[in-house]
């Protein structure tokens, strides 16, 4: 193949791994948990969060109803796992990464924030399926296979990954742009991102139980995408590299984090709070933090996390408070 990408192949690792060369390990969070938890304290970020989630729900329904070709069953089942349920964290990381760097929310960041719960929600639907968790529930509701078939489960998640990508770059007018966030997201979803990540999720313990395996199962089939969705917004913001960098950095952490706070909850929660079968990981021998290291180890790696991307917001003042209020607010969820 001639030599002409001369890009590096996965930008969000690699952009992450180099922030952290540059630091040193003692000074990434000189704050501890009490006094970020003091400052950080918010009541209206819920309702912040569902602004966005109905923005979100409004952008997805305006682009499905223009989608006049796609045959009626599969659309219902697309529809029907996109629409309602889903916490939409991934779409307010873009659409606040967007404000953070560039004061205002703008149409690039609503379609990222769209598209990218496309591609989450594929995942799931996905996920869910027999031959993988084989859950029965999502959202609140039977999972995409147990609502239609089997088939038209991989079909429907065939059908939100692929529309994703068309919708980014029909939407995203300025092809630059658009062509940046299609790398973006396809490479943190792709084979050597979420998907990888999925594939060691599978294997679990039997095939490799270390520490360091867990961590790269939680970088690549959670934490990546993120990642991603900050990198969205900043790019549709217009960040430049700096501000890039510490988006990345913010969204890998409370994307790890939020992966531990899954495991947590799939001990301590209820299948009805969660809307997914609850006790499924150990039922299943996946290897998670608490099964590994235990709950309150795993709660204390889940706050150092939580401290560390707020640390890495600095650069942006006040204005990135919102996006510190959520990492708060993503901890509280487990406590
Ligand atoms: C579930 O993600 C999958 C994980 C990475 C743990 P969410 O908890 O964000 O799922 P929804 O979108 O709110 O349903
Ligand atoms: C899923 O992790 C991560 C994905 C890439 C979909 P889990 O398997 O723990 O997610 P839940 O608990 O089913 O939502
Ligand atoms: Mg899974
Ligand atoms: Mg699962
Ligand atoms: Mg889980």
């Given at each position: 193949m001639p030599n002409s990408i001369n890009f590096p192949v996965k930008t969000i690792i690699t952009i992450y791994n180099n922030t952290l060369k540059e630091k040193n390990p003692d000074t990434v969070c000189p704050m501890e948990i009490d006094s970020i938890k003091k400052r950080e304290q918010s009541s209206s970020l819920k309702s912040a969060l569902a602004v966005k989630a109905a923005l979100t729900e409004q952008v997805l329904a305006d682009l499905f109803d223009r989608?006049?070709?796609?045959?009626?069953?599969?659309?219902?089942?697309?529809?029907?796992?996109?629409?309602?349920?889903?916490?939409?964290?991934?779409?307010?990381?873009?659409?606040?990464?967007?404000?953070?760097?560039?004061?205002?929310?703008?149409?690039?960041?609503?379609?990222?924030?769209?598209?990218?719960?496309?591609?989450?929600?594929?995942?799931?639907?996905?996920?869910?399926?027999?031959?993988?968790?084989?859950?029965?529930?999502?959202?609140?509701?039977?999972?995409?296979?147990?609502?239609?078939?089997?088939?038209?489960?991989?079909?429907?998640?065939?059908?939100?990954?692929?529309?994703?990508?068309?919708?980014?770059?029909?939407?995203?007018?300025?092809?630059?742009?658009?062509?940046?966030?299609?790398?973006?997201?396809?490479?943190?979803?792709?084979?050597?991102?979420?998907?990888?990540?999925?594939?060691?999720?599978?294997?679990?313990?039997?095939?490799?139980?270390?520490?360091?395996?867990?961590?790269?199962?939680?970088?690549?089939?959670?934490a990546e995408m993120f990642a991603a969705s900050t990198a969205l917004g900043a790019i549709a913001g217009g960040a430049i590299e700096e501000q890039l960098d510490a988006m990345i950095e913010y969204g890998m952490k409370i994307g790890l984090g939020f992966q531990i706070a899954d495991d947590l909850l799939d001990i301590t929660a209820s299948t009805e709070q969660l809307g997914k079968t609850a006790g499924k990981d150990a039922e299943q021998g996946k290897l998670t933090y608490p099964a590994l290291v235990g709950e309150e180890k795993s709660r204390e790696i889940f706050e150092k996390l939580t401290c560390e991307a707020v640390c890495a917001l600095q650069i942006f003042g006040d204005e990135a408070d919102t996006l510190r209020q959520l990492a708060m607010e993503l901890l509280n969820r487990t406590q």
């Open positions: 989608q006049t070709e796609i045959p009626p069953r599969l659309k219902e089942a697309m529809e029907y796992m996109m629409t309602g349920g889903g916490k939409r964290i991934r779409a307010a990381l873009v659409m606040w990464a967007c404000e953070t760097v560039s004061g205002k929310l703008n149409h690039d960041a609503q379609v990222a924030a769209a598209v990218v719960e496309m591609v989450h929600t594929y995942s799931l639907i996905h996920d869910d399926l027999p031959a993988m968790d084989d859950d029965d529930m999502r959202r609140g509701k039977p999972s995409c296979h147990k609502q239609f078939d089997e088939a038209t489960a991989i079909l429907a998640g065939d059908g939100l990954l692929t529309l994703a990508f068309e919708m980014m770059s029909i939407e995203v007018r300025n092809s630059d742009i658009a062509v940046r966030m299609i790398r973006t997201l396809s490479e943190a979803a792709g084979p050597s991102g979420m998907i990888a990540g999925q594939v060691a999720d599978m294997d679990g313990p039997h095939v490799n139980g270390s520490l360091a395996n867990l961590q790269y199962i939680h970088m690549n089939k959670t």
